[in-house]
Structures are given as C-alpha cells and as structure tokens.
C-alpha cells in the first residue's frame, strides 16, 4: 500500500466531481473521498452536450471508449452539424443557420454519461452518500487540516476540501464569508460587502422545462420531424427551444425556456423544480411553428426548472478549500457550457493536486494555480453564456423582431445574420481552443520540471 500524500474531500457527486474523483484517482499517493448528499449517486436531467475541447479531456482520462459507444454519433474530427438554427415563433417557421464546426456536439443521455464516470472510480476512491456537508473548520494541530460536519451528525478530515455540490453549494456558502472575512480584516469594506453580495444564487428570470422524448413516440405525432436526425435551436421573442437526439437517436432531449429579464437577480418563489402538466408551458408556445407543436404534443412528462445563477467571485479559493462547477460559475445554459465547464475544473484541479511537486506544505500553491487559470476562462464563457441567451431570445438591443421573419425582407435576413455571427463568436472557444495551454500555465506556476509520475 502506498503511502498518501494528501487526503482530498469532494463534496457532490455529479458530473464535476467525479471527474475531478476519477483524475485524482490516476495518482497512488492521493486518498479520495466523495460525499454525496443524495441517497444513491444518480444525475437528474436529460442531455448534456460535450465540445471538442471537452472531450479532449475525457480522452486523457480513458473515457472516450464507452462514451463513444452511447454518444449519438461516434466522435469524428471531421466537420460535423452542431446545431441548426431556425426562427420558430411564428406561423411557417424559417431555417437561417446550420453552425457546423469540427467534430459538432457530441450528445449525451446524463444518466448515461454519470453511469460511465462512476464505472471508471478506482478502489481507492471511497464514496458515500446521504452526506449533506452543513459546515467545515479548520484545524491546526497536530498539523493544517480541515474537518468537515455533515447532517446526519458525522465528520469527517481532509488536506483539501473541493466543493463540488451544484448552484446551493454549502461549501460556496463558507467560502464566500471567508473571502469577506479577508477584505473586511484588511480594511476593504466595500470588497468584502461585495464578496457577500455576490454568494447566494440568483434566479435568471428564465425557467426551463424540460423532458425526454422517446423518439418512436415524436415520430407517431410527425413521422419526419427533423428534430430526429437533427440537433435543433428554435428561436423566438422571450423564448427558445433546444432539442436534439441522445441515447443513440433512441430520446430527444427538449428544453423549452421563457425568459422575462426584467425579473434577472430576483428571488424565484417556489420550488426550483417541479413537475407541470404540458398545457402550462404549452400557453408560452402558442403562436409557434406546427413543428413546434409537434415536439409539445409529443411531451408525456415535463418539469419545470427555474434556472438560477452565481455571480462572479474574486477567487475560486480559500485557504485549503477549492469550488469547482455550478458551486464556483453556474451559467445560463445556451452553449451548452456548464458541465463542460465543470470538467475542465476538475480535470486541471486534479492535476494540479496529483503533480509531485504539490505536497502538504505546497497545497496553497497548487489551488493558487488553478484559481489564476480557471477563474477567468469560466468566467468569460459564463459571461458570454448570457449573451447568446439575450440573441436566442430576441432581447438583443437592435436584433428584436415585432413581426414574422418575412422571406423576401433582406432587412429581417441582415439581422438574423448579425444574431449568427455574434452567436458564433462567442462560441469558438469550445471547437478552436484547447485546455493544453491553461493547464501548462497553471504547471508553471509549481515551479521547476515536472518529474514522471507512477499512477495507477
């Protein structure tokens, strides 16, 4: 048995966390601990939507075999359609857009995809559910670690703690009163006002709702709906749809959203989610497409989701505890961002804490690192998340239609193209970049060569 150089906590057992468990998982000398707050660790949801730059990472970290096998297309680095994009809140809908970018979207069943990260946990990581983290201390003797307290009345101890438990994020929570604690000790008033200001999440003013459709019963309501075979966005005034095949074309996933933006940074009142008939959300859609009402007609079950945010924070760290995923930057969901995003955090994290230079006395350093690259590449994505909300729903300033998309009106195709090039370029990140040069900053910044390590 090998001896362990650190003990690392992760507090949520969805997407974000096992990745960042199953990375840390490759290094011998890292003990792994998942606490989950749920009675089993299963992911709700319906898809999720995985870039290029994305799948880069699970390639490393020997995933892209089963993934490849529930995805709704085999990954190819040839160009592939992302996304089409059509204008659908009127009468006769019109297509203006077809986004294709190198190896397109590749689209998954969440449940599917959860089940293939927990396979791939090593012996070493221990879960545990039904673990509701309320708070942590600090300790220092007989040496720097941190306790944790959960609900049920049980502790537990670790070097490092990630807080990787979504948008209610307890840990999120305690670091944003330390991070005040900080400002307010130094006299910056006004940062740490700020600081608290900016830890509950907030409601987007947007809510979701959100269903899977088995594609046999869509295609008995329209047997050529092209939503079958193709990944859809349906724009239209406070609205948009986003649908497309998972499970191997065997489900569509659909996610219909109304957004009143004067209601942003608002208290939502109610339940989060819920379950809602289709006549509720159908009232939002009635000036739509016939397609439109095809993919509604074929709804049998739909919750609704009132989408929350987090505002920005001036670090991701605190002391020895790290937030990763929707707990440090949840997004709007409109690049299909979010989870990828979360991977990316725990992929670099990992890294980081799993490089032989990071040791007990060196942990600082290694969170440090993490923090200066992840922060500001989730944070513009976050940010341009929000913009892509605005054009998708035709609250653009200047790109807003009060009448149907006419054919023959060049003035109607001059802004419909002018929403697509603004879409496109807040999205290039996830097909043209990669993470290689981040997490080679963030290496940099241990100091010195990396030596080779043994993993598992």
């Not at 592939?80 to 590749?106: C, S, W």
Request: glycine share 8%; charged share 20%; with cysteine.
């Amino acid at each position: 048995m090998s001896i362990k150089k650190l003990r690392v906590a992760i507090c949520g057992g969805g997407v974000g966390g096992l990745v960042c468990a199953v990375a840390l998982s490759r290094y011998l000398d890292i003990q792994v601990d998942v606490y989950e707050s749920a009675g089993a660790f299963t992911e709700i949801g319906a898809g999720i939507g995985v870039w290029p730059r994305t799948w880069k990472i699970l390639a490393a970290l020997g995933l892209t075999d089963e993934l490849s096998k529930i995805a709704i297309v085999p990954p190819a680095e040839q160009p592939q359609v992302a996304f089409n994009f059509r204008k659908g809140d009127q009468p006769e809908g019109v297509n203006f857009y077809t986004l294709t970018t190198p190896g397109g979207m590749l689209a998954f069943h969440r449940p599917d995809f959860h089940a293939v990260l927990l396979r791939h946990l090593s012996s070493q990581c221990h879960t545990y559910t039904s673990k509701r983290l309320v708070s942590y201390a600090h300790t220092l003797s007989p040496q720097p670690a941190t306790k944790l307290y959960f609900r049920d009345g049980t502790t537990a101890v670790c070097d490092v703690l990630i807080g990787a438990d979504g948008v209610k994020s307890s840990v999120r929570s305690a670091v944003v009163r330390e991070l005040a604690a900080v400002a307010q000790a130094e006299g910056r008033v006004e940062d740490a006002e700020r600081v608290l200001a900016a830890g509950p999440p907030k409601w987007s003013g947007t809510v979701a709702y959100r269903a899977v459709i088995p594609s046999d019963t869509l295609r008995r309501h329209a047997p050529c709906h092209q939503v079958l075979e193709r990944p859809m966005l349906y724009l239209g005034k406070d609205s948009e749809l986003t649908v497309y095949p998972i499970s191997c074309g065997m489900l569509v996933n659909f996610a219909a959203f109304r957004s009143r933006y004067d209601k942003e940074n608002t208290t939502f009142n109610g339940d989060w989610v819920q379950d809602v008939s289709r006549e509720e959300f159908f009232a939002d859609f009635t000036g739509w497409e016939p397609e439109v009402h095809s993919l509604i007609q074929a709804v049998q079950k739909v919750n609704r989701w009132a989408i929350h945010t987090t505002s920005p924070l001036p670090s991701f760290v605190s002391g020895r505890v790290a937030l990763l995923g929707d707990a440090a930057h949840a997004m709007m969901p409109y690049q299909g961002a979010g989870a990828g995003q979360a991977i990316e955090d725990g992929y670099v994290l990992a890294t980081l804490l799993g490089d032989s230079r990071t040791t007990l006395s060196t942990i600082d350093r290694a969170l440090r690192a993490y923090d200066a690259v992840r922060r500001p590449f989730a944070q513009r994505v976050q940010a341009s998340s929000r913009e892509n909300g605005l054009l998708y729903t035709l609250n653009f300033p200047s790109l807003t239609f009060d009448r149907p998309v006419s054919r023959a009106d060049r003035e109607d195709f001059v802004r419909l193209g002018e929403i697509r090039s603004r879409v496109e370029t807040n999205w290039q990140w996830a097909w043209t970049t990669t993470i290689d040069g981040d997490l080679n900053r963030a290496l940099r910044m241990l100091d010195g060569p990396t030596p080779n390590r043994r993993r598992s």
